[in-house]
């Protein structure tokens, strides 16, 4: 026996369904646009982040690269101790220490500082300058030194020698060269023209002393530490 279903009726399709349907097509649609677009926005910020970056950067070299620039301009104005040593004119084996001025503006030294040592050479003094028998020098003068201007700030010759040495020993083994007499210093300066607190500067020099039978010496000497320049 064979049995024959009748055919399903169709099933129709509401319209608020379908209405529902496009509305969630439609908001995905959406969503998905706003995805897109806050993607977009996301890159485009990053961009502006590493390009702003990129400005600070440029500008803060550029403000280092100004002040430097100005800090030049400052120090090529200021006035710049420098240490020398002549003959002097007041008697034969004499020597003049001379602080001049080779800056572009007038100096006014605060304070001219000394110590003598012997040691055997150069590399027997301390590596740094210790100033611990320091004493206050006669006041140079002119006090004011203007560009191009000298004054001297210490007076050594042979007659000097024995009174520096405290001991006879001492004496014989400089005269004899088994050790070398030093003169060393510290001029302290202010610059006229720089604000309160860049006003103090310091040069540190350093000379040898060469005995001789008959004649003597008084030569820039030591290592670096002992000649510098703030």
Known sequence: MIVTLPAPAPVTWPWHDRILWAACLVLVILGYVAIMLALSTLKKIER???????ASSAAQDSARAALLIAQSMVDSARPWIAITVEP????ENTFNVLATNRGRSPATIVEALESIQVAVDESHLAR???YRNQRQADP???????PG?????????RDDLKEVCKSDETLRRVQSWEEKLFLCG???YRDLIAPPENQLHETTWC?????G???SGLVMAGPLSYNQHT
């Open 88 to 91: 002097s004119r007041i008697g």
């Open 213 to 215: 039978r008959q004649k």
């Open 186 to 188: 510290k001029v302290i």
């Open 128 to 130: 740094v300058p210790e």
């Open 207 to 211: 000379c040898w002393y060469i005995h």
């Open 48 to 54: 502006q982040t590493a390009a702003a970056k990129d």
């Open 140 to 146: 140079p003068a002119p006090v004011i030194l203007l």
């Open 149 to 157: 201007e000298s004054a001297a700030i210490k007076t050594f010759g």
